[in-house]
């Protein structure tokens, strides 16, 4: 009669899950020295893309970007497999330019797979996690979970000093169109069905969100002639700091842009007894920013048409996403009133649009390193947090891999806060506000956005990665280059006057620019609109003297890049601006720097409200200033707090 042994494995760190998150967290992990494991239930679902697949977009891009300048993966992977590359919000200030690159789907997940196998320190391993394995301590009288590994369904156990989970939409998941259910993860993958209860048996509080996404759209069948082509930009700019143009410069795929109608609308109407979303069957909460087009129909019932777009999956398949309409209505319904469409009159359905429900967690249960606050070792990242997106995912994965290896090594948390990065906005909003639906990053989430421009990732957080050892001497090296020219170049734009003799007047005249009445610094002449560092070359005589300094002797180049006189007119152009926010990030700081003991009880604090005490007790803020973004808790109850604090300290 044979024996059935069980495996067992030991590791630093177990990353849950290969979706954005996890990969991005098993790469930090695994670069910062870790022994680490990255489980998948699919090989096929590392890094995958089950809903549209493009990379960046509206305040998204800036995300990719400061993952980047951290040191992560998910810029340099999308710049070897994008199809069309678009800046987006061009007319509008720098503050909201945001990159965003369609992807060949099946070519991303391929190159992110490689890049894992690859990485030294890291295993990659399909399997389903099952179970969570800790121990309990008692340390003065208040008792401990602390993790200790995972066990899969089969029965292995790898023990581990950190344990992250990036379970994505994976848990308890089904998916469902019409009266159809199916109790899948996405893209018709296994779903995890036992990781939930083992998390519930831990204490930790878990609730129902749901996402959708539109049907697959069958090429040959699409009649292009009836929908305006969109174009990817003539000048590519990449996502990653480390490329340029000329390394990543290929032909790109157009996408198409077509629209609803009313008939569109009377179809949804007609039908939408039978959608799921609204009959009551699906449980979960929707996200408010990426609405399906039934929900779009009903809630906005004065407009008569929505915009669809449609996108090729990649660059060797006929399969087309379409952008606008995610739905969960019945097969027939989405027939139909695809079919409206123009251009989709006789349009074959490749895969069918449905709504995806799954489990995740209350992330205010996260500190803002996202481990949580009561199983110590126990980090989480991605939409198990209650977020939306793969930028967004991956933003949280590569911070809970940095902070999974920090406590391993005994190192403070990294913690970036709202004033530093898009990715600290995220994180704090997740652990201090309690979303009631998928969160989605907005440019209109940060409060100090002009400093925080996709364009600066670089400069505002690439010290960090270094000093973190996720960023090489030789890519630090020519950071600090680009950042010692940018600066030199500044200062000589401030100090290099010009006065109003006959060229210079001749030279505004051509460029519609008022005349000078009196001298002028070539900075000045730049904050003007219509004017800019490479339109006054012809009053900068000494630019070519200041090149030759600037590079040295030696140097391969004689000219600036395209991204250096980029940083150097928004610094110049938008001065006062930048100088008034930094005013306000000042403010925004000491709030942040009045630590709130952990010990604190605030039953102790008399004159807090009952509401306040209750969300105080619950989050427990780290300062004051993450205190006062706690809904339920006034500016009168922070005031309420400084003064406890204050006498306490005395």
Same mark, same amino acid.
């Given at each position: 009669?044979?024996q059935n042994?069980? =495996?067992e494995e030991?590791?630093?760190v177990v990353?849950v899950?290969a979706? *954005? +998150?996890?990969?991005e967290?098993a790469?930090a992990?695994a670069?910062?020295?870790m022994?680490?494991?990255?489980?998948?239930i699919?090989?096929d679902s590392?890094a995958l &893309?089950?809903?549209n697949?493009n990379i960046?977009g @509206?305040s998204?891009?800036h995300?990719v970007?400061?993952?980047d300048? !951290?040191?992560?993966e998910m810029?340099?992977?999308i710049?070897?497999t994008?199809?069309?590359?678009k800046?987006l919000n061009?007319s509008?200030?720098?503050?909201? *330019?945001s990159?965003? +690159?369609q992807?060949?789907?099946?070519?991303?997940?391929?190159?992110?797979?490689l890049t894992?196998?690859?990485t030294?320190?890291?295993?990659l391993r399909q399997a389903?996690v @099952?179970?969570?394995?800790?121990?309990?301590?008692?340390?003065?009288g208040?008792?401990r979970?602390v993790?200790?590994?995972v066990?899969?369904?089969?029965?292995?156990?790898y023990?581990a000093?950190a344990?992250?989970?990036c379970?994505?939409t994976?848990?308890k998941?089904r998916?469902?169109?019409g009266?159809?259910v199916? *109790?899948t993860g996405p893209n018709g993958?296994m779903?995890?069905?036992?990781l939930s209860?083992?998390?519930?048996?831990?204490?930790i509080?878990?609730?129902r969100?749901k996402?959708?996404?539109?049907a697959? !759209?069958?090429?040959k069948?699409?009649?292009?002639?009836?929908?305006e082509?969109q174009?990817g930009?003539e *000048?590519?700019v990449?996502?990653?700091?480390?490329?340029?143009?000329?390394?990543?410069k290929?032909e790109? #795929?157009?996408c198409?842009?077509?629209?609803?109608?009313e008939?569109?609308?009377?179809?949804i109407k007609?039908n939408?007894?039978r959608?799921?979303l609204?009959s009551?069957f699906?449980?979960?909460?929707?996200?408010r920013?990426c609405p399906?087009?039934?929900?779009?129909?009903m809630k906005?019932p004065?407009?008569?048409r929505h915009?669809?777009?449609? %996108?090729?999956?990649?660059? /060797?398949t006929?399969?087309?996403?379409?952008?606008g309409?995610?739905?969960?209505?019945p097969?027939?319904?989405q027939?139909a009133m695809?079919?409206t469409?123009?251009?989709?009159?006789n349009v074959s359905?490749?895969r069918n649009?449905?709504a995806?429900e799954?489990?995740c967690?209350?992330?205010?249960h996260?500190r803002?390193n996202l481990?949580?606050?009561?199983?110590?070792g126990?980090?989480s990242a991605?939409?198990?947090n209650? @977020?939306?997106?793969?930028?967004?995912?991956a933003?949280?994965g590569?911070?809970?891999g940095?902070?999974?290896?920090r406590?391993i090594?005994?190192?403070?948390?990294?913690?970036?806060d709202?004033s530093?990065a898009?990715i600290?906005?995220? =994180?704090?909003d997740l652990?201090?506000?309690?979303?009631?639906?998928?969160y989605?990053m907005?440019?209109s989430?940060a409060e100090y956005?002009l400093l925080l421009?996709?364009d600066?990732?670089d400069l505002r957080?690439t010290d960090i990665?270094?000093?973190?050892?996720?960023?090489?001497?030789?890519?630090y090296?020519?950071?600090c280059?680009?950042r010692?020219i940018?600066?030199?170049?500044i200062?000589?734009?401030?100090e290099?006057m010009v006065?109003?003799?006959?060229k210079?007047q001749a /030279?505004?005249?051509q460029?519609d620019?008022?005349?000078?009445?009196?001298a002028?610094?070539l900075?000045?002449?730049?904050?003007?609109?219509?004017?800019d560092?490479?339109?006054?070359a012809? !009053?900068?005589?000494e630019?070519?003297?200041?090149?030759?300094t600037?590079?040295?002797p030696?140097?391969?180049? @004689?000219t600036?890049?395209q991204d250096e006189?980029?940083?150097?007119?928004?610094?110049?152009?938008?001065d006062?601006? #930048?100088?008034r926010?930094k005013q306000?990030?000042?403010q /925004?700081?000491k709030?942040?720097?009045?630590r709130?003991p %952990?010990?604190i009880n605030?039953e102790?604090v008399?004159?807090?409200?009952?509401e306040?005490?209750?969300?105080l007790s619950q989050?427990?803020p780290?300062?004051i200033?993450?205190?006062?973004?706690?809904s339920g808790?006034s500016?009168?109850?922070i005031?309420?707090? &400084?003064?406890y604090?204050?006498?306490?300290?005395?």
């Amino acid at each position: 009669m044979s024996q059935n042994i069980c =495996i067992e494995e030991e590791y630093d760190v177990v990353v849950v899950g290969a979706g *954005h +998150a996890g990969c991005e967290a098993a790469l930090a992990c695994a670069r910062l020295g870790m022994k680490t494991i990255l489980f998948t239930i699919s090989m096929d679902s590392v890094a995958l &893309m089950p809903c549209n697949p493009n990379i960046g977009g @509206s305040s998204k891009g800036h995300l990719v970007r400061e993952i980047d300048a !951290l040191g992560g993966e998910m810029g340099k992977n999308i710049d070897k497999t994008y199809i069309q590359s678009k800046m987006l919000n061009v007319s509008k200030g720098p503050a909201v *330019h945001s990159l965003r +690159a369609q992807a060949d789907k099946v070519e991303y997940t391929k190159q992110m797979r490689l890049t894992l196998q690859n990485t030294e320190n890291l295993t990659l391993r399909q399997a389903e996690v @099952s179970e969570l394995l800790y121990e309990e301590t008692n340390t003065d009288g208040e008792t401990r979970k602390v993790i200790s590994g995972v066990k899969t369904y089969s029965g292995a156990s790898y023990y581990a000093k950190a344990v992250i989970l990036c379970t994505g939409t994976y848990l308890k998941a089904r998916c469902i169109y019409g009266d159809v259910v199916n *109790h899948t993860g996405p893209n018709g993958l296994m779903a995890a069905n036992h990781l939930s209860e083992s998390m519930k048996d831990a204490g930790i509080f878990i609730r129902r969100f749901k996402t959708g996404t539109p049907a697959r !759209l069958d090429k040959k069948t699409i009649d292009f002639s009836k929908m305006e082509e969109q174009k990817g930009d003539e *000048h590519i700019v990449p996502f990653s700091f480390t490329n340029t143009e000329e390394d990543i410069k290929r032909e790109q #795929i157009s996408c198409w842009l077509t629209y609803t109608n009313e008939e569109t609308h009377k179809i949804i109407k007609d039908n939408i007894d039978r959608s799921p979303l609204f009959s009551g069957f699906i449980e979960g909460t929707g996200p408010r920013y990426c609405p399906s087009i039934e929900d779009k129909v009903m809630k906005f019932p004065d407009k008569n048409r929505h915009q669809l777009f449609i %996108e090729p999956e990649g660059e /060797f398949t006929n399969e087309m996403y379409m952008g606008g309409m995610s739905s969960s209505l019945p097969e027939d319904v989405q027939y139909a009133m695809i079919r409206t469409v123009p251009g989709l009159e006789n349009v074959s359905i490749v895969r069918n649009a449905y709504a995806i429900e799954y489990d995740c967690i209350n992330a205010t249960h996260l500190r803002s390193n996202l481990e949580f606050k009561d199983v110590d070792g126990l980090f989480s990242a991605g939409q198990i947090n209650g @977020s939306s997106g793969y930028e967004e995912a991956a933003a949280q994965g590569i911070m809970a891999g940095i902070n999974a290896a920090r406590k391993i090594t005994n190192k403070e948390p990294l913690v970036l806060d709202r004033s530093q990065a898009y990715i600290g906005v995220l =994180i704090d909003d997740l652990v201090t506000k309690e979303t009631q639906e998928p969160y989605r990053m907005m440019t209109s989430r940060a409060e100090y956005r002009l400093l925080l421009r996709q364009d600066n990732a670089d400069l505002r957080l690439t010290d960090i990665g270094y000093e973190i050892g996720l960023i090489d001497d030789e890519r630090y090296a020519a950071f600090c280059e680009k950042r010692r020219i940018i600066n030199a170049e500044i200062a000589r734009m401030q100090e290099i006057m010009v006065g109003g003799n006959q060229k210079v007047q001749a /030279f505004l005249a051509q460029h519609d620019s008022s005349p000078l009445c009196t001298a002028l610094s070539l900075a000045e002449l730049i904050r003007r609109p219509e004017l800019d560092y490479e339109r006054i070359a012809p !009053l900068d005589e000494e630019r070519g003297k200041a090149y030759a300094t600037l590079f040295g002797p030696d140097a391969k180049r @004689s000219t600036l890049t395209q991204d250096e006189v980029e940083q150097i007119n928004i610094t110049i152009k938008y001065d006062g601006y #930048i100088s008034r926010q930094k005013q306000q990030v000042e403010q /925004f700081q000491k709030m942040e720097k009045k630590r709130i003991p %952990e010990d604190i009880n605030y039953e102790d604090v008399s004159n807090l409200r009952k509401e306040a005490r209750q969300k105080l007790s619950q989050i427990r803020p780290a300062s004051i200033g993450q205190a006062s973004r706690i809904s339920g808790v006034s500016p009168a109850d922070i005031s309420v707090l &400084m003064i406890y604090l204050t006498a306490k300290k005395n």
